[in-house]
Each structure stands twice: as structure tokens, then as C-alpha cells.
């Protein structure tokens, strides 16, 4: 299920049930884990529409679960920055080796690079500390 908040001028839109890191302190527990489904993407591209269109949201804040998991991500993405909208992430940078979801990793790490994206980067002590600390080196070197 997909949600949509406003807060102030950033519009919050869960992409994604799906998630890696099993933390136990997770709001969401039962319904977020790693075979989780994905918010069809012809229902977040609506919603989008929505958010342009009857909002004053300068920003879309993408979640999840990890919203770096979806197949769609990077369609999602350009998608907000074609409505003129700035594209925000939370996430915990633990993604497979699965090429789709490494190619999300560098399409965020270079959206962030061209102040396209802002990336929230969250630490989940035991279960993110390498993705975590390698997402984190890749974002320290843009500035």
C-alpha cells in the first residue's frame, strides 16, 4: 500500500514494502521485508500528478521500505524532476548485487552529485554498517 503525506513543502511517498535490513525497532514491522511488493508504478506516477498538481510540495521524499529496491526507481525519479520537484531519499544503502538495484545505488549517488536528489542516509547499527559507511564515502566526495 502507498501512501502519500505533505509536511510543509515535501510531499512523503511510500514506493516500496520491500527492505533488507530487518531492524527490530521498525514501525512497520510485519509489513516491510525483503520479498515485500512494490507500489505499481503507474499508481505512483498518478500520484505524482497529484502531488504537482494540488500541493505546494517543492519535493518528494521517496520511502519504502528501501525505496532504492524498486525496478522502476529511476523512472519514478526523473519523472519527479520532469514536474520540476526535487527528489528525496531515506534510506539505509543496503541494496543486492542484483544489477537493477546497484544501478539505482549510482543513479542516486549521481542525482545527489548534480543537487538533484537529496539522500538521507540512515544507520541501523548490526545491520547496515558497510553499506551504510560505503554510501556514506561516496556522497563525502561531491563536496
Known amino acids: 500500500m502507498s501512501v502519500i503525506k505533505i509536511e510543509g513543502t515535501s510531499a512523503l511517498l511510500e514506493i516500496t514494502a520491500r527492505c533488507y535490513t530487518k531492524c527490530r525497532y521498525c514501525f512497520k514491522k510485519g509489513s516491510i521485508h525483503s520479498k515485500a511488493n512494490h507500489t505499481d508504478t503507474d499508481l505512483i506516477l498518478s500520484r505524482i500528478d497529484w502531488i504537482s498538481k494540488f500541493t505546494n510540495a517543492e519535493s518528494i521524499s521517496l520511502l519504502g521500505g528501501e525505496p532504492l529496491l524498486h525496478p522502476d526507481f529511476i523512472i519514478i525519479c526523473e519523472y519527479i524532476i520532469s514536474k520540476g520537484l526535487r527528489v528525496d ?46 554510501l556514506f564515502n561516496k556522497l563525502k566526495k561531491v563536496h
Not at 542525482?111 to 540512515?122: D, G, N, P, T, V
Request: without cysteine.
Open 89 to 134: 531519499i531515506i534510506t539505509s544503502g543496503v541494496v543486492s548485487s542484483l544489477p537493477e538495484e546497484q544501478r539505482n545505488l549510482d543513479y542516486a549517488v549521481s542525482q545527489y552529485r548534480a543537487a538533484k536528489m537529496h539522500i538521507e542516509l540512515s544507520f541501523h547499527s548490526g545491520r547496515n554498517d558497510k553499506a551504510y559507511e560505503n
